[in-house]
Nanobody
């Protein structure tokens, strides 16, 4: 079974930066994509970014393009989400998830981390 652990969340002022980490352990060879999702109170979980672990292709939702960067470190079984120019509307619990392919639909992902809170506020 694959285990995912997120870290790096916290409180940051508008315009600030955070880097989230997602570390995988267990049957990592069965999964070929890692996605980042976020969920704010009272809202549906939405896809933020995804990276294909086979060819490195990256995907971003329009609202974070140019501000967020997803990257991978295969040697560490880790995927990172560098978040710059953060806005109050980025405040959410951020989750990483693993599956065979990148998708914007959270129901298609089999494995999830526990989430990390990101709060953007002055």
């Amino acid at each position: 079974q694959l285990q995912l652990v997120e870290s790096g969340g916290g409180l940051v002022q508008p315009g600030g930066s955070l880097r989230l980490s997602c570390t995988a352990s267990g049957f990592t060879s069965d999964y070929y994509a890692i996605g980042w999702f976020r969920q704010a109170p009272g809202k549906e979980r939405e896809g933020v970014s995804c990276v294909s672990l086979t060819d490195g292709t990256t995907y971003y939702v329009d609202s974070v393009k140019g501000r967020f960067t997803i990257s991978r470190d295969s040697a560490k079984n880790a995927v990172y989400l560098q978040m710059n120019s953060l806005k109050p509307e980025d405040t959410s619990v951020y989750y990483c998830a693993a599956d065979a392919f990148c998708s914007w639909h959270p129901t298609e992902y089999e494995s999830w981390g526990q989430g990390t809170q990101v709060t953007v506020s002055s």
